[in-house]
């Protein structure tokens, strides 16, 4: 990960540093093996938290309704998707959204499965 602080002034008046950090897959999934475990968070600011969901074929996805509207980015692998009483084929490339305290899961796992998970506001 690259953190870089910037810096930026308007009318004169300087603005607090944001930070802005920067992520490779690659990297986020070394520190997923590393801790063994099938999540792990890379982000949290108040507004939003970020993190790296991967489960192996034939997994069962144990997650429980959440507090936070979440999205899901699929960044490999192949699995249906269940929201309430819709289900969805989803495979790389796949973007997904569930409202706060819609129940859902992967299931039916073919392909390993790696998602980028976004919870907004931070996960609870």
Do not use: W
């Not at 810096?7 to 690659?26: R, V």
């Not at 093996?33 to 890379?42: C, D, G, S, T």
């Not at 108040?46 to 999205?71: C, I, N």
Request: proline share 5%; charged share 25%.
């Amino acid at each position: 990960m690259v953190e870089r602080e910037i810096a930026g002034a308007i009318g004169g008046a300087s603005l607090p540093e944001p930070k802005l950090s920067l992520y490779t897959i690659g990297e986020l999934e070394q520190q997923r093996a590393k801790k063994q475990k099938p999540y792990i968070e890379f982000l949290r600011v108040p507004a939003m938290s970020g993190g790296l969901y991967v489960l192996a074929a034939g997994a069962t996805d144990l997650q429980r309704p959440h507090h936070e509207d979440e999205m899901y980015y699929v960044i490999r692998g192949e699995a249906r998707f269940r929201v309430g009483d819709d289900d969805h084929a989803v495979s790389a490339g796949s973007v997904l959204f569930v409202a706060a305290e819609v129940a859902h899961h992967f299931y039916d796992i073919t392909e390993e499965l790696a998602v980028l998970v976004f919870f907004a506001p931070a996960e609870s």
